[in-house]
């Protein structure tokens, strides 16, 4: 009889464990966010395209890649994550043309930035290579926000790798976008 007891208060924990998890698991779903996206967190978020060639790895702790999301799609982004303190990185990807230069992409954006959000105040520029292409980074504050947009011209595509955040938070996401950056791979 007593063993009886033992096994049931035994099963008895089990499925309260079972039931926390499961209501924790329930709640994070119901406020929309993705579990199965999730499974492997402890591992880097890693989008490799091979539509476009490229491979970019997003911080462990940031949030899911978001490929296929329509507003994601409806921006022009092939590939978007988020991060923490309101950090996020969307890369966006576009055929090659060849008379497109660094110089191009950058007043490209900056004018576009200007004509659809207002001025922005140009605090870093740093031309560098990356995987053997030609690359800048443009580092512009507009309001409250702080951009790091990187431009890298293949000689298949023009690749963008925009991140942004609160001009607060700044200091303390550099270096997650620097990783992400970092991480980009043409293959």
């Known amino acids: 009889m007593k063993k009886w007891r033992v096994v049931l208060g035994a099963l008895g924990i089990v499925l309260v464990a079972w039931g926390l998890g499961y209501a924790v698991y329930k709640k994070g779903f119901e406020s929309g966010r993705d579990f199965s996206a999730q499974r492997d967190s402890e591992s880097p978020k890693k989008w490799v395209s091979e539509k476009w060639d490229y491979e970019i790895t997003f911080p462990r702790l940031w949030e899911s890649i978001k490929r296929d999301d329509p ?12 991060g923490g303190r309101g950090a996020s990185t969307a890369v966006f990807v576009y055929p090659r043309v060849s008379r497109d230069t ?15 959000v207002g001025e922005v105040t140009l605090v870093e520029k740093n031309d560098f290579t990356k995987d053997g292409f030609p690359a800048r980074t443009l580092v512009f504050k507009q309001g409250e926000f702080t951009h790091h947009y990187t431009f890298v011209l293949t000689d298949k595509v023009n690749l963008s790798v ?5 001009t607060s938070e ?16 043409f293959l």
């Open 170 to 185: 700044y200091e303390s996401s550099i270096a997650d976008f620097q990783s992400i950056l970092d991480s980009l791979k």
């Open 162 to 166: 925009s991140s942004n955040c609160p």
């Open 102 to 116: 660094l110089d191009g992409a950058t007043d490209e954006i900056l004018n576009l930035y200007r004509n659809q």
């Open 71 to 82: 507003s994601i799609r409806s921006m022009g982004a092939d590939v978007f994550c988020s």
